[in-house]
């Protein structure tokens, strides 16, 4: 995501430091604890703009909500919206942090984690950018890790040809499709889902969403804090 530099940024992240984690010495092994409750945690990567989370945690305030973004300026907005948006929350369910889906193992523990999501990720489109994918097979290999048994990936693009590429992915990783359809919106799937802001545009013009919910390999709760996780360019 391409956005201007935000004007008193640092400043304006600083007024909403209490959405802001910071990350810690050691990953954490209860994600929940950052929220004083014990409840099922899931994180968005890639959050943009926020209003997924946001939607996410006013929906299911029983949830523990973490989003990441790796742009600072795009996490300004994200932490001002979820501040705009604080009385809609039944529960102080939602935090963010800056950081890179690459560095997962940094910020989570093996099995710590009850779902992750996957938003309009960028497609890369270059076959020789197919390792920057978010569902390129060493990302997949960091989200079996984070996951607890029976956490689940759920990922939604508007980009058929990183559709094609995901369900390829998780083929030859192993993962198991639970849900899967072309078009999100018109499908079983759509009851309860929360759009993100592109998925609002997109469905204005008509463009379908792809959706596919998937578990990962059933063995990598055993191996996950011992096998090595290959690196991307």
């Given at each position: 995501?391409?956005?201007?530099?935000?004007?008193?940024?640092?400043?304006?992240?600083?007024?909403?430091?209490?959405?802001?984690?910071?990350?810690?010495?050691?990953?954490?092994?209860?994600?929940?604890?950052?929220?004083?409750?014990?409840?099922?945690?899931?994180?968005?990567i890639g959050c943009g703009k926020g209003g997924f989370a946001s939607g996410m945690a006013e929906k299911y305030p029983g949830r523990n909500f973490l989003a990441l973004e790796k742009i600072?300026?795009?996490?300004?907005?994200?932490?001002?919206?979820?501040?705009?948006?604080?009385?809609?929350?039944?529960?102080?369910?939602?935090r963010f942090f800056i950081a890179d889906a690459h560095d997962l193992p940094l910020w989570?523990?093996?099995?710590?984690?009850?779902?992750?999501y996957l938003n309009f990720s960028d497609p890369w489109p270059k076959a020789r950018h197919?390792?920057?994918?978010?569902?390129?097979?060493?990302?997949?290999?960091?989200?079996?890790?984070?996951?607890?048994?029976?956490?689940?990936?759920?990922?939604k693009t508007d980009n058929d040809g990183l559709f094609d590429f995901t369900l390829e992915e998780l083929a030859e990783a192993g993962w198991t499709v639970l849900e899967q359809t072309r078009d999100l919106h018109a499908s079983p799937y759509a009851e309860g889902n929360v759009m993100t802001e592109y998925e609002m545009a997109f469905s204005e013009k008509g463009k379908n969403i792809n959706y596919v919910r998937a578990l990962p390999p059933t063995e990598h709760t055993e191996h996950a804090s011992?096998?090595?996780?290959?690196?991307?360019e």
């Open positions: 995501m391409r956005m201007r530099k935000k004007k008193h940024g640092a400043e304006r992240l600083a007024a909403n430091a209490r959405y802001l984690l910071e990350r810690p010495e050691t990953p954490l092994a209860d994600p929940s604890a950052l929220f004083g409750r014990e409840a099922p945690t899931y994180l968005e600072s300026d795009v996490m300004v907005i994200a932490v001002e919206g979820a501040e705009a948006r604080r009385e809609a929350r039944e529960a102080d369910n939602l989570f523990a093996p099995a710590s984690l009850d779902g992750i197919a390792k920057r994918r978010l569902t390129y097979r060493s990302f997949l290999a960091r989200y079996a890790r984070v996951l607890r048994d029976g956490g689940d990936l759920a990922i011992s096998a090595p996780l290959e690196q991307t």
